[in-house]
């Protein structure tokens, strides 16, 4: 079986932007790229999970999620195996909502990963409750909102998802 790191998106991969719309607004986060490739190079997928309420609540639609997202990826330059997301509302939330496992269950069987074997890297509780409900390690990165996160009960911490990558390089 198969090994990835998952990442949250908004906040942890690119500057948080309250319900990003607009793909002129996605800044990935600088280095970003770079440390993708390497994790790549090392033989880990790489795999986005993200929440996208907005698509629910109406705050944005679906195409402009896949245009912010289509931004996002060639700002990465193309540096992402998959990615899933889930539109679900908080107020109504299936098992894909983070903190629920339901995209990295999917993410298992579509890949042939072994979710031990994985890491969940984002910026808020509901990511690092995810990763470990699912029984990955996890990093919680200071960007985004994770500067406001408390105690998350995450594995590591980082300052960003460079910093991430090289925890996760160094601990096989």
Known sequence: MKRAV??????????????????RLV???????????????AGWQRVIITNQSGIASGK?????YQA???????????????VYFCPDSAQAPTPRRKPGIGMLTEASADHGLDLAACWMVGDRDLDIRCGKSAGCRTILVRTGYGHEQVETGADFQASDVIEAVDIILSHP
């Open 6 to 23: 998952f990442f949250d998106r908004d906040g942890t991969l690119m500057e948080e932007v309250c319900y990003c719309s607009d793909p």
């Open 27 to 41: 800044r990935a986060i600088p280095g970003a790229s770079g440390a993708l490739k390497k994790l790549g190079a």
């Open 60 to 64: 944005i639609t679906l195409e402009q």
């Open 68 to 82: 912010v997202q289509a931004e996002l990826a060639r700002q990465l330059d193309e540096a992402i195996d998959a």
